[in-house]
């Protein structure tokens, strides 16, 4: 059974740092054969991609919202991607998924989601 496991979520005022974290285990191919990526959902908003990496690692993209503040990196050696936050603003407020999806039979997994509250 695969399993995409969130954490790091919390409270942090705005200007501060969180570090998420997710780690994978059930996965049917190995770890480096999976497009990685980040969601958000706010109350009340659709669930809006935040960042992505590639299956190797060496390429990464993200939303303009959080570009410069965020940075996503992937361990395949540990199955665990981090989705590094600073310079949090309570428009990052959300839930935060995990995504990964297979590049040779497009199966798409998620996360539970972890909760990420920016204010003061």
């Known amino acids: 059974q695969v399993q995409l496991v969130e954490s790091g979520g919390g409270l942090v005022q705005p200007g501060g740092s969180l570090r998420l974290s997710c780690a994978a285990s059930?996965?049917?191919?190995?770890?480096?054969?999976?497009?990685m990526k980040w969601y958000r959902q706010a109350p009340g908003k659709e669930r809006e991609l935040v960042a992505d990496?590639?299956?190797?690692?060496?390429?990464?993209n993200y939303a303009d919202a959080v570009k410069g503040r965020f940075t996503i990196s992937r361990d395949n050696a540990k199955s665990t991607v981090t989705l590094q936050m600073n310079t949090l603003k309570p428009e990052d407020t959300a839930v935060y998924y995990c995504?990964?999806?297979?590049?040779?039979?497009?199966?798409?997994?998620w996360g539970q989601g972890t909760q990420v509250t920016v204010s003061s």
């Open positions: 059930g996965l049917t191919f190995a770890y480096n054969s999976y497009t």
């Open positions: 995504y990964a999806r297979n590049v040779y039979l497009g199966r798409v997994y």
């Open positions: 990496i590639t299956p190797s690692g060496a390429s990464s």
